[in-house]
């Protein structure tokens, strides 16, 4: 057999494996493409009802909104934005997700490092209590909070929304993050020791770069809970002016509660930051979160 005859034959033998691999797995792909599919109708049906005059919406399913004569219309986004004060919240939203994910996630940094790779007394006891801290409900901690809060003067400001959410998210960042700080290759970390640097230099030159995927995991996580909140900005905040998004739209509920031209329009605009986020990050999603929770 000539060299031309074994690359071909090698090639067919290629091209077969690759789609009897396919075919072998081409229910698993439907049925995947399927839930995806499923999960994606509200949302989709929800963009296509923000763009609906109300009647439309009143009278018809979204489902009819692609028969001619086509009826859209911007006028429920400029409603919302300019008379309902949606574009107040958004900046707000913004002014309390970002530091509320920023802070947990500095703090939480420093404190897994300490615990996967420092030695102290009664380390994996303090761990222990730190984990133990997830099972605890919010509402109980709503009122004592709310009286510290009060006693230094910071409820409704962003600084106590602020350090509310970096509490509310310490337990869950620091044991991804710990987790994943642990499974870093010991033989690198000792060698920088041995080279003179300091904890603070292995953290920021080895640690943080090398912990990407489990910080984008984190980052995913805490900016959504901050980001979709209502509860803890209602307790704590107590200020119209400062209320984020999730306030103005359960407010829109409450005074537009018939008016779903508005309603599905500001649930829109709450919805594009996020989703934004989740997929410029979502490759390291799966990555962190396996790493980061399974092993330990």
């Keep these: 057999m000539s060299k031309g005859e074994v690359r071909v034959s090698s090639g067919l033998s290629s091209f077969m494996a690759v789609l009897r691999g396919f075919v072998s797995r081409f229910p698993l792909h439907i049925i995947i493409v399927g839930i995806a599919l499923l999960w994606m109708t509200p949302a989709f049906g929800l963009l296509v009802s923000s ?22 219309t911007l006028d429920n986004y ?5 008379q ?21 996630i500095l703090v939480a940094g420093f404190a897994a490092f300490a615990f996967a790779w420092m030695k102290f007394r009664g380390r994996d006891v303090i761990f222990m209590f730190v984990v133990a801290l997830l099972v605890v409900p919010i ?4 009122i004592p909070v709310l009286r510290l809060l009060a006693d230094i003067h910071l409820v409704g400001t962003f600084q106590g929304i602020w350090l509310a959410h970096t509490a509310y ?47 984008a995991s984190l980052a995913i996580f805490q900016f959504l809970w ?24 359960n407010n829109l509920v409450s005074s537009f509660g018939t008016q779903w ?11 594009m930051l996020p989703l934004v986020m989740f997929i410029a990050l979502q490759r390291y999603f799966v990555e962190g979160i396996t790493t980061g929770a399974v092993k330990g």
Aim: no cysteine; proline share 7%.
């Design 169 to 215: 998210g310490l337990p869950f960042a620091v044991f991804l993050l710990r987790n994943f700080f642990a499974e870093l290759p010991k033989e690198l970390l000792e060698s920088a020791y041995l080279d003179g640097a300091s904890n603070l230099r292995v953290f920021f030159r080895l640690v943080l770069p090398l912990s990407v995927p489990a910080l």
């Design 261 to 271: 031209q508005l309603l599905t329009a500001a649930a829109f605009i709450s919805m």
């Design 84 to 104: 309902n004060g949606m574009g107040r919240s958004f900046l707000n939203s913004l002014i309390i997700s970002i530091p509320g994910t920023v802070i947990p």
């Design 226 to 249: 901050v980001w979709n909140d209502l509860l803890v900005a209602l307790v704590y905040l107590q200020d119209p002016g400062k209320a984020p998004m999730t306030v103005t739209i």
């Design 78 to 82: 400029s409603s919302v934005l300019s």
């Design 139 to 142: 509402q109980m901690t709503l």
């Design 51 to 72: 763009f609906r005059p109300s009647t439309e919406i009143a009278s018809t399913g979204w489902w009819t909104a692609f028969q001619t004569p086509f009826k859209f």
